[in-house]
Structure formats: structure tokens, C-alpha cells
Antibody, heavy 121, light 110 residues
Framework: QVQLQESGPGLVKPSETLSLTCTVS?????????WGWIRQPPGKGLEWIGS???????YYNPSLKSRVTISVDTSKNQLSLKLSSVTAADTAVYFC??????????????WGQGTMVTVSS | QSALTQPASVSGSPGQSITISCTGT?????????VSWYQHHPGKAPKLMIY???NRPSGVSNRFSGSKSGNTASLTISGLQAEDEADYYC??????????FGGGTKLTVL
């Protein structure tokens, strides 16, 4: 059974870098799937942050591209997200998810439970 | 990129059918067969209900169906049940090799 679990600081100071990790169990992150990060600010809708293919190719939301880095650590079977120069607008629940069908940027079929990140001094 | 347009809310009585629309452009919804729909109960992880415009993942009830006409995709839920009450989001692949979500629709089962 494939499971994803996000982890990282729940509180980040403005102007600092938000760093989250998604640990994948039950499946190799090196497989032919896209993996992605999605967030949901309080009271708002879902926002795609970006996706990475097993080959390392990355795709980012244009509105966040200058501040986002998504990478994979195949030795640890983990996906990571770094978002720099954060502001209160980056306060959100952050989800990691597996893309589906394999090899396509279509839907996300397996999601982590999400982790709340608050940007505040 | 602009969010896809969904109605803010829809409602229906148990047993009825409802349809949620998702309008984009020729550069996203209209241009590709990569439209997905998610059911999201607050506090939980979103659940994929439809991918590839009209495909249901294993385990999703056949009461949920998806379609597309031009730049508008639709999610239809037939035989509404109380547990269907949730927020629903569409998403689409775009010509910029990105993904974009809709603003979300709150479904109320009366």
C-alpha cells in the first residue's frame, strides 16, 4: 500500500525558506510517476505548486517559480519542497501527492494527509 | 495562469443528480484530455474521482462521471447521497506544461 507523509516545521518566519519533506512508503519514488506538491491556504482552494518526474524534470507554477525548488532523494525515497522568501500569503496546508496515470501530468491519485505551515514572526 | 472557473456552490436533494462545471480555455481544458476532479472533505486529503476527463479510478462509485465539451468540463453526480457533501475541484494540464486547479465548488446535499 502506497503511503505519503509530509513533515517539516509548522512555523516559519517571514523572509525565510520553507522546507518540507514527503516520505513515500510502499512504492519506489524512482518509478515512472510524477510526484507533486499542492497547497491550500486557509479558507481558499487548492493551488498546484509544482511536480517532478522520476527523471528529475521539474514543472512549477509560474506564480511561484522564482521561489520554488522541488527535488527527490531516491536513496531515502523522499520528495522535498523548498519555498524561499515566504510571506503570510504562503500560510497553508501543504500536500504531497503521486501523479496518475503513470507518466502523465493529469491527476493525483495518492495524497499525504497534509501539513499546516504558518508564516509568522 | 488563471484558475479554472467553477460555480461557488451547488446543491441537490438525496437521489437527485447534479452537475458541476469547470470552464477554462483552449490552452488548458479545451486543448487536452487531462482534466481531473477531486472530492475534498475539509481536514482530509483530497480524493481523485475522475482523471483523463472521464475515467474513474478503481474504487470510485459509478455515480460519478466526467465529460467535456469545448473549453468546459463537467462532473456529474447521480443518486446524490449525504456523504457526497464536500468541496469539489477540477484541474487541467496546460499548454505551458503546468497544472491549474479550479476555484472549487461546495456541494450541499439538502
Amino acid at each position: 500500500q502506497v503511503q505519503l507523509q509530509e513533515s517539516g516545521p509548522g512555523l516559519v518566519k517571514p523572509s525565510e525558506t520553507l522546507s518540507l519533506t514527503c516520505t513515500v512508503s510502499g512504492y519506489s519514488i524512482s518509478s515512472v510517476y510524477y510526484w507533486g506538491w499542492i497547497r491550500q491556504p486557509p479558507g481558499k482552494g487548492l493551488e498546484w505548486i509544482g511536480s517532478i518526474y522520476h527523471s528529475g524534470s521539474t514543472y512549477y507554477n509560474p506564480s511561484l517559480k522564482s521561489r520554488v525548488t522541488i527535488s527527490v532523494d531516491t536513496s531515502k525515497n523522499q520528495l522535498s519542497l523548498k519555498l524561499s522568501s515566504v510571506t503570510a500569503a504562503d500560510t497553508a496546508v501543504y500536500f504531497c501527492a503521486r501523479g496518475a496515470p503513470p507518466g502523465t501530468l493529469d491527476g493525483f491519485d495518492i495524497w499525504g494527509q497534509g501539513t499546516m505551515v504558518t508564516v509568522s514572526s | 495562469q488563471s484558475a479554472l472557473t467553477q460555480p461557488a456552490s451547488v446543491s441537490g436533494s438525496p437521489g437527485q443528480s447534479i452537475t458541476i462545471s469547470c470552464t477554462g480555455t483552449g490552452s488548458d481544458v479545451g486543448g487536452y484530455h487531462y482534466v481531473s476532479w477531486y472530492q475534498h472533505h475539509p481536514g482530509k486529503a483530497p480524493k481523485l474521482m475522475i482523471y483523463g476527463v472521464s475515467n474513474r479510478p478503481s474504487g470510485v462509485s459509478n455515480r460519478f462521471s466526467g465529460s467535456k465539451s469545448g473549453n468546459t468540463a463537467s462532473l456529474t453526480i447521480s443518486g446524490l447521497q449525504a456523504e457526497d457533501e464536500a468541496d469539489y475541484y477540477c484541474s487541467s494540464y496546460t499548454s505551458s506544461s503546468t497544472l491549474v486547479f479550479g476555484g472549487g465548488t461546495k456541494l450541499t446535499v439538502l
